[in-house]
């Protein structure tokens, strides 16, 4: 191999670790998400936010109540009849009929109950109005519901007042849910599998 060649290959050599290093460097610039261009979600301030209008709301709100959970979520549960029998844990499936409304409004925007989407002229067409049924911690329910069904027992009526990080955050998806709502949910806990 003559000298010329020596020095061609030792320069394609050179020029390809620099190519490798110049590709990691720019790897490592990228952002772990590049869809991810807004801020970031700061659960912790909202929660704030959100717990001082739900005292608020409990200091002024006329609410019957057999008992109240504050859990430490900021979740409050207001339990208005007692049920029997266990509570729910992960992978139990719950049966509740519910209407939820805005804490702040009290605008219904969801229910299982065809007479209350009626006259909540929230009634679709179509739609099925029978209890509705979820997996505890499966991931097919905001987080609020999860948390507040693992307070009650079958049986229980109860209201569920969630602050906005355990219910849709921020999203602005939902024409009858503004961004960094407080939901409260009517509860009539049917039964447990």
Request: hydrophobic letters at 35%; glycine letters at 10%; a negative charge.
């Amino acid at each position: 191999m003559s000298k010329m060649d020596l020095r061609i290959k030792m320069g394609i050599k050179k020029l390809s670790l620099g190519l490798i290093f110049m590709g990691f460097a720019l790897v490592g610039c990228e952002p772990s998400n590049p869809f991810n261009t807004g801020p970031v979600y700061d659960t912790e301030a909202n929660l704030a936010i959100d717990r001082v209008k739900i005292d608020e709301f409990l200091a002024t709100e006329a609410i019957d109540s057999l008992y109240r959970i504050h859990d430490p979520s900021g979740v409050v549960v207001i339990v208005q009849k007692e049920g029997s029998g266990s509570r729910p844990t992960s992978g139990s499936i719950v049966y509740t009929d519910y209407t939820g409304y805005l804490m702040e409004s009290g605008s219904v925007f969801d229910t299982s109950i065809e007479s209350v989407a009626r006259d909540n002229d929230i009634y679709l067409e179509g739609n099925k109005y029978v209890t509705f049924s979820f997996l505890v911690g499966g991931g097919n329910v905001i987080t609020g519901w999860d948390i507040g069904f693992r307070r009650l027992r079958p049986g229980s009526k109860a209201k569920i007042i969630i602050p906005s990080p355990y219910g849709y955050r921020d999203q602005d998806n939902n024409d009858r849910i503004p961004p960094n709502s407080i939901l409260v949910f009517d509860v009539s806990f049917k039964g447990i599998d």
